[in-house]
């Protein structure tokens, strides 16, 4: 059922379409004014198994570097990004495991999207969202996004996902709404008796789960605009529902299209207003999926481990990591395509690529693969590599919030000190 | 400065006793008859050094005929220093010996023209137990120097010929003709070489090239200035090359005639062979002239050779061997110290043997020739060490040098307070407490249990750095300071240690609870959000929470489900007829109380009674209700509050009791007779709790259910068998994955429902569970369609052979002994295997099409840093190699025999003394079942499935009583899990920790 296009968000969309809409962001965005310059927002986008760091991070100096085969996609877009070299994740576990539970905690509880999701100023329908691509796929461990010490799952099923976002942007869900509200409320209510009679017994469980409905029901209930999301979906992809292992957003040969549509997703939750923070994470540690680049099929665990920077499994390494980061390149470009305020949407936007692992051969944590895009417009310039020494990679997690106008001095691990990274902004 | 004050007021007080050799340079030293002075022999004293430090030869200069040679001591108090020299390339002879204090010495026994080399070494005598020893450093590097003689004829020059050696024809000395050689020719008819004289030379195409005598007649002669080197006896031999077997020389030294030989013919004039001139010739040490007198043409000369003759012995077998144990600081390691008399110039090494207390004496190492002195460090306290030596060379070992020993009293200096803070603490707590996956220390173990592991296995990846010693002080470290000793009574309170919790329904019991609850099959859970999983298991309670994801999934599937519902017959919501009215007015409640699994509150009822008014149509009124009872927590979460009992615990009411029941047996809501024996109070004993438990057992749904548990518990759910290379393993198609998740259920419903039932029958099994694909992919024969049988089977059989097991436990393209010995650590013997160390590089080695995937995994056994863990693993996962990665039988691997040989270590406990042996899986499978240890485990794993809880420590006692019970049902599953339902655990709960 869910996997249907809804039949009321296709009539909407065709109403839009005959209207001769055509890309993602024709049209404007109708949301009441939040002026344009005090707009934040954040994007981590996960690459599994690591890198080579000796490819991957561009060799130089602060202004004038060569960028490496492994980023080589990056390079039409250098004045954009600035390269996070040396920095190293610290204590919790090791490898995979280890890794995809600290990279966005700290090795805390709460990661950073959650936390910026609930703590930045500007108020929006969906605190943060996480996306996946083949990330539930054989994987209990995806994602990077933690809530109370317990892994939040991604949505991997792309018209799932926007179903749920773009809920409110149907003209016709009035009547659903308040419906909705009636039965939130009504929810809310049963679990404030609950809370009522158990004290302080299953607390923090009770909690998190008052404060999702009433995330929702706010969302539910505040006067919606409407946002142009036509142009989602256009090679009409659809889900089988006898597609049971693997699911059909699952299956291999859609990676390279769901990943796009939870890409214009994002694109279009940022533009809408929907959300600040995303979280899109492309498979998951020790990915199961095969991606085809080039005409060859490359298993991206496999050739994380590539024994030798010059063997011929770094070469399916090297060439697995372009192809993403080409769609890392692809979210960058759009945003700094359509204008805002006084610049671009990129300006207001950061966006960071995020791992498991640094040197996927050792499994290790060092030298990360961070690289941090956009931000123009909040302090961070662009066309630079900082190389940071073996620095924590928490004080970036500060550094971002900080960003993000979230005045924190920690955020996880501090056994490198507090504060953020020093000479990015 | 200091230094050299110091020994010089030695040296006052004793100059009076003989001639005494003063310190300074440039002074001439007297040879040969300077004795050491008589120092008085002191007794261990703590400024004299133990082990003589190698000396440094640092400067050699010549003036007139003589070299000097200088050197430094780097250490006090030494009996001598000894000076030996090398003439050009003969052996090494001691040519003095010096004062331990002396710096330098000046040779004058030279010859010009010849190349001598020097080492030193140093010596000291002392008194141990009122006996002389005798300690020698090692050599000291080697400096060479030749002075020149400008008058030398030789050529190339300046040196002589060296023998023993090669004399190169072409290296006839200079002077000319008549005075060096004789040629007939006025000039090199071979018009080879770069001398101007009129020798005939052309090019020798022979190894090393070079030029050779070449168009010789007869009487024709050459001179070569020769040096003997000792006086060895040579054997000469001569290098020629001839057409005819025409030529003869003869070979003369210093004017005499040694030896006179004729050329045979070789077949060519570049067809070299070697002949025999002479041997056993006895050349007298020092210069001689060499003279070769062609006596008659023709034939070419190479070069004539000098060989050493070599009769090739043993090596003279070194003597005077010491041993003594060092003292501080050396002695915190335990060292011993050895030292020897180097008595053989022709050793290529040192055997050391070592003897511990009674035991064999057994190699300890070879060192390098020349070595006079070796350093045994790390010893443990408590034990006599006993020493002996020999030299080896090529031939064979000398005789032993006698044997030398050395008592190390058991005193216990380890710090193991410092040593615990250092290096145990960040893993195990500051206190023992245990971080994260390391576990906590404050149990109580046997001492000697916990001595050996922390010896074996500790620190990890550094195991030898805590020996017996500091394994044993760490053990009462850790005894004393960390473990109460009292025994932890089993009261009420801690059988019951289970605390009061809300669980969020699964995905599957989401839908399973719908599918009772309204009558309607439905997928819509499966794109819920996927729960967290938790050591295995998808129903931790204190793992779940509810995100705004779940919100909005729960709001869009209660939608959809209310929607279908009122589309459909309403008989199956309540079983009074919703169009009358009195039966309308009571939907709220009697839909409500099989929605929130109990009767609804007076607050409850209205509440929803409101939302039902609300509505204009019967229809809409349901629809409504419905849909927000399906978004209620009553109605997501499993309530397992209870309500005080006095006793400082908590009685889950009859309603959860209903609910836990059948949850845990058939993963649905309590059907009407359950929710009927909650209302009447009929769940307020064990026997009737059990009763309804057997009830519920017989049901098809808890077939399902057994199937679930064992899949997580057995970490080998359909979804936990992952991609598997197409290209390796073409056989392996979804309809076998299919089948082989089909296996699972078959397998464990037979063993449980319809055969024995018990832990015994799983492990051992003699027969499997097949379908025809199944039974053709594992080649227990034919089977018709796809229904499951149960066939015979000779080579598989038992939990550890199923076909999910092997395929979830491997990788895409190969098995994985790794992989399924943790999974039989973790799943079947509850022992936690620890991560590798995160620095290192846990790649497996890569495939190897020459070698059995045992072969390729032998590093781990062979580097001592990845031992100390893999001996409990890789050994135990080879018995696994005869499945391959898709679980397919097999008995060879790249074309090489499989061996399925293998052993499990710390089957009791883990320590690596508790060592068997098995053959293939149903060895493994006859050992697990065996032991208790794997009847314990699928205590605890149950345990875990059962209440959504982690087993830790205040779950010991509880986990301990049902062990028991297992052991006295003789194991019997059914039994085990109906006596569950009548232990405390099952019906009370703690208060939450606060």
């Known amino acids: ?425 | 400065m200091k230094r050299i004050m110091v020994l010089g007021l030695a040296y006052l007080l004793s100059a009076c006793n003989g001639d005494v050799d003063t310190i300074g340079e440039g002074e001439k030293q007297p040879n040969d008859e300077t004795s050491p002075p008589n120092i008085d022999l002191p007794d261990d004293s703590t400024n004299v050094p133990e082990m003589l430090q190698t000396p440094t030869l640092t400067a050699i200069s010549e003036l007139d005929d003589q070299i000097k040679i200088q050197w430094n001591l780097p250490d006090e108090g030494l009996t001598a220093v000894l000076l030996e020299r090398r003439v050009a390339n003969s052996v090494w002879k001691q040519i003095t010996e010096l004062s331990g204090q002396s710096l330098q010495y000046t040779d004058d026994t030279i010859m010009r023209g010849i190349e001598y080399s020097y080492r030193v070494r140093t010596q000291r005598t002392l008194l141990q137990d009122n006996q002389p020893i005798t300690l020698f450093s090692n050599y000291s590097t080697v400096r060479s120097h030749r002075i020149n003689d400008p008058q030398s004829t030789a050529y190339p020059g300046p040196q002589p010929h060296l023998l023993p050696g090669l004399v190169q024809a072409e290296y006839f000395d200079k002077g000319g003709e008549g005075v060096a050689y004789h040629d007939f020719e006025t000039e090199n008819r071979g018009l080879e070489g770069n001398r101007t004289e009129a020798v005939d030379l052309e090019l020798a195409e022979d190894a090393g090239e070079g030029l050779a005598l070449a168009y010789i007649v007869a009487g024709e002669w050459l001179t070569y200035s020769v040096f003997s080197s000792s006086n060895e006896a040579l054997n000469i031999s001569a290098r020629i090359a001839a057409t005819e077997a025409v030529g003869r020389m003869r070979v003369l030294v210093d004017e005499q005639v040694i030896a006179d030989v004729n050329i045979p013919a070789t077949g060519g004039w570049q067809a070299w062979q070697t002949i025999s001139v002479l041997e056993e010739y006895e050349m007298p040490e020092g210069e001689h002239t060499l003279k070769l007198e062609m006596v008659e043409g023709e034939f070419n000369l190479n070069y004539l050779q000098f060989d050493p003759m070599v009769e090739l012995t043993e090596p003279t077998a070194p003597s005077n061997l010491t041993a003594k144990r060092a003292a501080e600081p050396m002695a915190k390691n335990n060292t011993i110290l050895l030292a020897w008399a180097d008595n053989s110039d022709d050793e290529t090494g040192f055997e050391l043997f070592r003897a511990i207390d009674e035991s064999e004496f057994k190699k300890l190492g070879i060192l390098s020739s020349n070595s006079m002195q070796y350093q045994d460090k790390n010893l443990d306290a408590g034990h006599t060490y006993a020493y002996k030596i020999r030299a080896i060379n090529g031939v064979g070992a000398s005789i032993f040098s006698s044997v030398a020993s050395v008592v190390i009293d058991a005193v216990n200096t380890v710090d193991a307070k410092g040593i615990y803070s250092a290096d145990c603490a960040f893993c195990h707590g500051a206190n023992g407490e245990g971080v994260g996956p390391f576990p906590n220390l404050q149990r109580d173990a046997s001492f000697e249990e916990l001595a050996k592991i922390i010896e074996e296995t500790m620190p990890v990846g550094a195991v030898n750095d805590c020996d017996r010693e500091c394994a044993e002080a760490l053990a009462t470290y850790i005894q004393a300071n960390f473990v109460e000793k009292e025994e932890l009574a089993c009261d009420a309170a801690s059988s019951a240690p289970i605390e009061q919790q809300l669980r969020l329904l699964t995905r599957r019991e989401y839908s399973n609870t719908i599918s009772d609850l309204l009558g309607l099959e439905t997928q819509v859970a499966d794109d819920f959000p996927v729960e967290s999983v938790l050591n295995g298991y998808d129903n931790n309670a204190g793992a779940s929470f509810v995100t705004t994801n779940h919100i909005d999934q729960y709001l869009a599937a209660a939608e959809t489900l209310a929607e279908q519902a009122v589309n459909q017959s309403f008989s199956k919501l309540v079983s009074c007829n919703l169009n009358v009215e009195s039966c309308a007015n009571n939907f709220v409640s009697e839909f409500g109380l099989r929605a929130f699994r109990r009767p609804l509150s007076t607050i409850e009822k209205n509440r929803y009674q409101a939302l039902f008014d609300s509505q204009n149509t019967l229809n809409d009124s349901i629809r409504m209700v419905i849909e927000a009872y399906l978004n209620s927590p009553n109605f997501l979460y499993r309530s397992e509050i209870g309500v005080a009992n006095g006793a400082g615990l908590y009685q889950l009411t009859q309603y959860e009791i209903a609910s836990a029941l059948s949850y845990l047996f058939i993963g649905t809501m309590p059907d009407s007779t359950l929710l009927q024996a909650a209302a009447t109070n009929n769940l307020n004993s064990s026997e009737k709790i059990e009763a309804q438990a057997k009830r519920l057992l017989e049901m098809p749904a808890a077939k399902e259910q057994m199937k679930n548990f064992t899949a997580q518990w057995l970490k080998a759910g359909a979804n936990q068998i992952g991609d598997k290379d197409a290209v390796i393993y073409p056989s392996f198609t979804n309809e076998i994955r299919e089948s082989m998740d089909r296996e699972l259920y078959e397998f464990v419903n037979y063993v449980v429902f319809e055969s024995t039932g018990t832990v015994d029958e799983l492990m051992n099994a003699n027969y499997v569970m097949v379908n025809d694909k199944l039974a053709e992919f594992y080649g227990v024969g034919a089977v018709q369609g796809d229904d499951f049988v149960k066939m015979n089977a000779t080579n598989r059989g038992g939990l550890l052979s199923l076909g999910s097991v092997l395929a979830s436990h491997a990788h895409a393209n190969e098995s994985s002994p790794i992989k399924r010995a943790v999974f039989v650590r973790e799943r079947l013997m509850c022992q936690e295997m620890a991560p590798p160390p995160p620095d290192l590089d846990a790649t497996p080695p890569g495939l190897d099409p020459t070698k059995t995937t045992r072969e390729r995994f032998a590093i781990h056994s062979s580097d001592p840093s990845c031992a100390s863990c893999h001996t409990y693993i890789d050994d135990l996962g080879y018995g696994f190699e005869g499945f391959d990665g898709i679980g397919a039988f097999r008995s060879k691997e790249n074309g090489l025999t499989v061996d399925t040989s293998g052993v499990l270590r710390g089957l009791n406990s883990l320590v690596t003394t508790d060592e068997h042996n098995f053959v293939g899986t149903q060895g493994l499978a006859t050992l697990l079942s065996s032991s208790d240890v794997t009847k314990s485990c699928i205590t605890e794993h149950y345990y875990q499935y059962a209440f959504g809880s982690d087993v830790s420590e205040q779950d010991q006692c509880a986990v301990d009583q049902l062990k028991q019970a297992f052991i006295a049902d003789g194991f019997n599953v059914q039994s085990f899990m109906l006596y569950l339902t009548t232990s405390p655990a099952f019906t009370l709960r703690a208060p939450a920790a606060q």
Request: charged content about 20%.
């Open chain 1, 1 to 425: 059922m869910k996997n249907e296009f809804l039949k009321s968000r296709r009539r909407f969309l065709e109403s839009i379409l005959a209207a001769g809409a055509a890309a993602p962001f024709a049209g404007l965005l109708a949301r009441p004014a939040l002026a344009a310059t005090n707009i934040k927002r954040v994007m981590f986008v996960y690459l599994s198994d690591g890198c080579i760091p000796e490819r991957w991070h561009p060799s130089g100096s602060e202004f004038n570097f060569t960028i490496p085969e492994m980023t080589s996609p990056l390079a039409s877009v250098k004045d954009k990004l600035v390269f996070l070299k040396g920095l190293n994740m610290y204590e919790g576990g090791a490898t995979h495991e280890g890794g995809i539970r600290k990279v966005l905690t700290g090795n805390g509880d709460t990661s950073l999207d959650v936390y910026l999701g609930k703590n930045m100023a500007a108020s929006t329908p969906f605190s943060s969202l996480q996306l996946g691509v083949c990330t539930n796929f054989q994987s209990t461990q995806g994602g990077g996004s933690y809530i109370n010490g317990s892994r939040i799952t991604t949505e991997d099923n792309p018209l799932n996902a926007f179903n749920r976002i773009f809920a409110g942007a149907n003209p016709d869900s009035e009547n659903n709404d308040s419906r909705k509200g009636s039965i939130l409320d009504t929810a809310l209510a049963d679990l404030n008796t609950i809370r009522g009679k158990l004290g302080n017994t299953e607390k923090v469980k009770l909690d998190t789960h008052l404060e999702s409905l009433r995330e929702v029901e706010k969302r539910v209930k505040s006067t919606s605009g409407s946002c142009d999301v036509s142009g989602f979906n256009p090679t009409g992809f659809s889900v089988s529902p006898t597609d049971y292992y693997p699911k059909t957003y699952h299956l291999e040969k859609h990676y390279e299209t769901v990943g796009k549509m939870q890409m214009d997703l994002s694109l279009m939750a940022f533009a809408c207003g929907m959300t600040n923070v995303i979280s899109l994470a492309w498979s998951h540690p020790v990915t199961a999926t095969r991606v085809t680049v080039n005409g060859k099929s490359i298993n991206g665990h496999d050739a994380s481990h590539y024994g030798s920077p010059d063997s011929g499994g770094a070469g399916d390494f090297i060439a697995i990591k372009q192809w993403h980061l080409e769609r890392y390149k692809y979210l960058i470009e759009e945003l700094a395509s359509r204008p805002e305020g006084d610049g671009s949407m990129l300006d207001h936007t950061l966006i960071l690529t995020i791992s498991d692992l640094g040197d996927g051969n050792r499994h290790d944590h060092k030298n990360m693969p961070f690289v941090l895009a956009g931000g123009q417009a909040l302090g961070v310039q662009g066309g630079r590599m900082l190389d940071f020494n073996g620095d924590a990679h928490t004080k970036m997690l500060v550094s971002v919030a900080n960003l993000m106008g979230v005045n924190i001095n920690q955020f996880g691990y501090t056994g490198h000190g507090t504060g953020g990274l020093e000479g990015l902004i």
